[in-house]
């Protein structure tokens, strides 16, 4: 059994471009469950919405990453009724690949529970922010082969859901995307952000998010590669949901 509650909130979204492409919007949702008030959003050190830079890959051009934060929570966009069609995608594709006798059931989970996200960048002093990135994934201005996003989730106030003995409490993600993670671009696809060798890395197994931490909150730096001027540039789209597994 798989329990997806629900409320949720519209942090982010992103999609790298080369300067000469149009940028358009890619949204990351992340939400909780419950049966109290909608959960609040803000932004304590603000938002970074784009970054220009020289691209190091492309000479004359100039790279792009937009993001874009919504203060609206999945409550107020869905009015509560259900999980969000793009994690319902995710997820049913991620579960048709499972084996007879190993697929899962999703459910929702309630409305929200109350409380406050507080949104950042890559830790609790930044600003929820675009970035860009060198080859081996450092953030950079002067070597930019990557564009992508930083988001740090932290809660406060916020009432957990009651686990049963078997329950796992933890975030889920479902992605629609256009990118591998060797690089190339593909027709866009939905899929579960899951780790497949979750035993071996020490990590939470799908459908969980591999990331779980002690105080529950979420962090995520996605990432792709610019590709060539006049081509199709990536994006990432995801919905997050405080989960619980059974």
Not at 208 to 231: C, S, V, W
Request: proline share 6%; hydrophobic share 40%.
């Amino acid at each position: 059994m798989w329990t997806a509650p629900g409320s949720p909130y519209n942090p982010g979204n992103w999609r790298s471009n080369v300067v000469s492409q149009k940028l358009r919007p890619a949204v990351l949702l992340l939400g909780l469950s419950g049966l109290l008030s909608a959960t609040a959003i803000d932004f304590p050190q603000g938002k970074v919405l784009s970054i220009s830079n020289a691209c190091a890959n492309f000479a004359g051009y100039t790279c792009t990453i937009t993001a874009y934060f919504d203060d609206l929570s999945l409550d107020d966009q869905n009015d509560g009724q259900n999980i969000n069609g793009l994690f319902q995608s995710a997820f049913d594709t991620w579960n048709a690949g499972n084996a007879v006798g190993s697929k899962w059931t999703l459910n929702f989970g309630g409305d929200t529970l109350g409380g406050t996200f507080h949104v950042y960048g890559s830790n609790t002093t930044g600003a929820a922010r675009a970035n860009q990135f060198d080859n081996a994934n450092n953030p950079s201005t002067a070597s930019v082969v990557k564009g992508g996003l930083d988001i740090t989730i932290a809660l406060e106030g916020v009432t957990l859901p009651t686990l049963g003995p078997n329950d796992v409490l933890g975030w889920s993600q479902g992605l629609f995307d256009d990118y591998l993670t060797n690089g190339t671009t593909v027709p866009p696809f939905f899929e579960m952000d899951i780790d497949t060798s979750c035993i071996a890395n020490a990590s939470f197994c799908a459908p969980l998010y591999p990331f779980q931490y002690i105080d529950n909150h979420f962090f995520d730096e996605p990432k792709a590669r610019y590709q060539a001027p006049g081509t199709r540039q990536a994006f990432f789209d995801a919905n997050a949901y405080f989960s619980v597994a059974t």
